[in-house]
């Protein structure tokens, strides 16, 4: 036998999970440390089996470039999708799977970087 949630009893209602069918988050750096000025950030090199997007957002407290770099090999990527970003404001960046292989870059401007950023990176299946 089974009891009902009582609303006077339970004030919370009852919440069903939702739940993500068809994406697969790569990497969420959500604080990557200050990078030199000049230097460049990069993410670990992802299979793309099943995916057919990569896409990248954050936010950097200075300009800078960012990049989602496609393979063949896992070692030459040679085809690349580019963002310049702006300093404080938010940006985002997805590209078309071509590749067996992914990873994503962001390169620092002409200023040293001075605190954590945000940056979330994430392979998307089909119907994701």
Do not use: K
Not at 65 to 70: C, H, M, R, S
Not at 111 to 125: A, F, G, I, K, P
Request: charged share 15%.
């Amino acid at each position: 036998m089974s009891v009902m949630p009582n609303p006077i009893m339970d004030p919370i209602p009852t919440v069903v999970p939702i739940q993500t069918i068809g994406t697969h988050l790569a990497c969420v750096e959500i604080n990557i440390d200050p990078v030199l000025n000049g230097a460049t950030w990069t993410s670990m090199i992802r299979s793309t089996d099943g995916y057919v997007r990569a896409v990248l957002m954050g936010i950097f407290d200075q300009d800078g470039t960012v990049y989602i770099d496609q393979s063949y090999d896992g070692v030459n990527f040679d085809y690349s999708t580019i963002l310049a970003t702006v300093a404080n404001i938010g940006f985002a960046l997805s590209a078309e799977i071509i590749a067996p292989y992914v990873r994503f870059r962001w390169a620092n401007g002409v200023v040293d970087d001075t605190t954590l950023n945000r940056l979330y990176c994430s392979l998307r299946s089909e119907g994701a």
